[in-house]
Structures are given as structure tokens and as C-alpha cells.
């Protein structure tokens, strides 16, 4: 009996948890979006990172771009160490997701903008600690 009730047990745990894109929330989304852009942004895939940018910010934010930016972080803020908790909000009627980026001099946080379908609308990281040399 036990080894019957587990099995599904476990599928609907499953399946409650489970989101799909037609019933996740905006705010889910972003965050997926945003964890899969800093994922990639760590393994150095570039092309992967813009993957969930709308049109319009992959329009003026390029992947070329977005490596020649974020390879330049080591040289003013040393190596990256590791990524903070992520916090998902909201900012001018837009979900946002806000994540500290830690360097060996400094932090950074990476800000997700998303528009009302998930999709990533703007990407900025701003300086919040600078350590010197």
C-alpha cells in the first residue's frame, strides 16, 4: 500500500508546482526569465542570456554587446563570487527582479525589468558597492 500511495503522491506534488506559460504569473515568468539570464551570464552563453529580451530591448541590446559589457566587470570589480538572493517586485507597474552580483571589490545589482507577458523589457546593473584596489 505504501509503495502505491507514494508514486502518486509524488506526481501530484508534481503537478501542483508546475507552471506552464499560459498560467504562470508575470511575476513568476520574470523570475524564471531572470534566473535564466544570470545562469547564463555565469556560463559566459550570451546568445542564451538575450533569449527571453522582447524585441525591442534585443533590438538595441545585442549579445555582442551585453558580453563586451559584462566581460568588463572583472577589470574594475575583480572576480564574480557568487550571486545573492533574488528579490521579485514590482516598479512603475512592471515585475522586476533585483539581484545582488558579488565581486571580489564590490557588489552590483542586476535589475530584470519584464513587460506584462514575462518577457524581459530592460536589464541593467547598477553599482551599489565599490571597494578600493
Do not use: W
Request: aromatic fraction near 6%; charge should be negative.
Amino acid at each position: 500500500m505504501r509503495v502505491c500511495v507514494l508514486p502518486i503522491m509524488l506526481v501530484a506534488c508534481v503537478s501542483l508546482h508546475a507552471q506552464t506559460p499560459a498560467n504562470a504569473s508575470v511575476h513568476a515568468l520574470c523570475d524564471e526569465h531572470a534566473n535564466a539570464l544570470f545562469g547564463a551570464l555565469e556560463e559566459a552563453h550570451y546568445d542564451t542570456a538575450i533569449a527571453d529580451f522582447d524585441a525591442a530591448l534585443r533590438a538595441r541590446y545585442s549579445a555582442a554587446k551585453l558580453r563586451q559589457d559584462y566581460e568588463s566587470l572583472p577589470a574594475t570589480y575583480g572576480k564574480l563570487i557568487g550571486r545573492g538572493r533574488p528579490h521579485t517586485g514590482d516598479m512603475s507597474g512592471h515585475a522586476v527582479v533585483m539581484a545582488p552580483l558579488i565581486f571580489e571589490r564590490g557588489t552590483l545589482t542586476a535589475e530584470v525589468h519584464c513587460d506584462a507577458d514575462g518577457g524581459i523589457s530592460d536589464f541593467r546593473l547598477l553599482p551599489t558597492q565599490v571597494m578600493d584596489k
